[in-house]
């Protein structure tokens, strides 16, 4: 929770200028609390273990969120259990009057096909033009961060020589953006692609800020419009046998793959991963929160 100091105490600028959560006396004044709306977009194949992975790391706050699962009307999916999508999801275009705090966009495994070529892709558009006018702000993730960043930016994606897959290195390029609050200067998180969006346009654009990016995994998060729209490329919210599952998925049929990269150690599958990332994962999203928490109007009507 941000802390409430007066906004002439002279800590207040100096906590500002670090990037602490401060809120000023004269807005806490004027500020009554209510639950944040955050929905969330699932496209991913693993229906049951996103949700978990996600509601973990949303759960990590003290604020109180009120959560929303929406569904691809116009996409059968085949991987959730019997009647779980229409008992726990609502269909996309039943928000078209309401607003939310906070969207999430998952990942999906469509990433080699074009975009056009996805059969929900109309859809997915009506509701990112959607989130532009009636949501504070909307968290990308993967395929999800590459589909918004073609739609709204003309960003295209091109194939990699093989999958980005494993655990990679990312550095934080911007310090004052408030998702990095408590970051290290470097960070861990993983990574599962086949794709990426074409960092030389990403850079190039004008309306796109790189905050973090590796080496050898490129852009990572990248922010726009003030925090409103974050691109996240990779998986944060993937829990410690994620990539193993997936690994073992693609072995059985009989998939190219190799072992994900800074995972097992000694880079042997019989061993249980060492787990790096979940610190950063819980205060990114925390931080996301947070962030969402300082600037949504108390009235989604005012957004």
């Known amino acids: 929770m941000p802390i409430n100091i007066p906004i ?8 500002k200028e670090e990037n602490v959560f401060v809120m000023a006396d004269v807005r806490a004044l004027h500020q009554d609390i209510r639950p944040l709306k955050v929905a969330i977009v ?36 085949r991987n959730a259990p019997p009647g779980h999508l229409e008992r726990f999801y ?4 039943c928000i078209k009057d309401e607003r939310f705090d906070g969207l999430i966009i998952t990942g999906a495994p469509v990433e080699t096909l074009g975009f056009e070529e996805v059969d929900y892709w109309r859809e997915l558009i009506e509701v990112l033009d959607y989130a532009t006018k009636n949501v504070w702000s909307t968290l990308h993730i993967c395929w999800g961060a590459q589909a918004a960043l073609y739609h709204r930016y003309g960003i295209p994606k091109r194939e990699l020589g093989q999958k980005l897959f494993g655990i990679f290195p990312h550095k934080v390029k911007e310090r004052r953006q408030m998702l990095f609050h408590g970051f290290d200067d470097e960070f861990r998180a993983p990574q599962s692609r086949y794709t990426e969006s074409d960092q030389a346009v990403l850079a190039a654009t004008a309306a796109l800020t790189i905050q973090a990016a590796g080496d050898e995994a490129g852009a990572f998060i990248i922010t726009a419009r003030e925090g409103r729209e974050i691109y996240v490329t990779g998986h944060l919210e993937y829990d410690p ?5 997936e690994y073992r998925r693609d072995l059985s049929r009989g998939c190219p793959i190799r072992i994900p990269k ?9 061993r249980n991963p060492v787990v790096c990332w979940r610190a950063h994962a819980h205060l990114f999203f925390s931080n996301w929160l947070n962030l969402v928490y300082q600037e949504t109007p108390y009235d989604l009507e005012y957004l």
């Open 8 to 15: 002439a105490l002279p800590a207040y600028k100096a906590l």
């Open 42 to 77: 699932n496209l991913m194949p693993t229906t049951l273990d996103t949700e978990i992975q996600l509601l973990r790391l949303l759960s990590n706050s003290p604020l109180q969120v009120d959560i929303t699962f929406l569904r691809m009307g116009s996409h059968e999916s």
């Open 90 to 93: 609502r269909n996309s275009e």
């Open 241 to 245: 046998l994620t990539l193993d599952r």
């Open 262 to 270: 800074n995972y097992y150690p000694e880079d042997d599958p019989s």
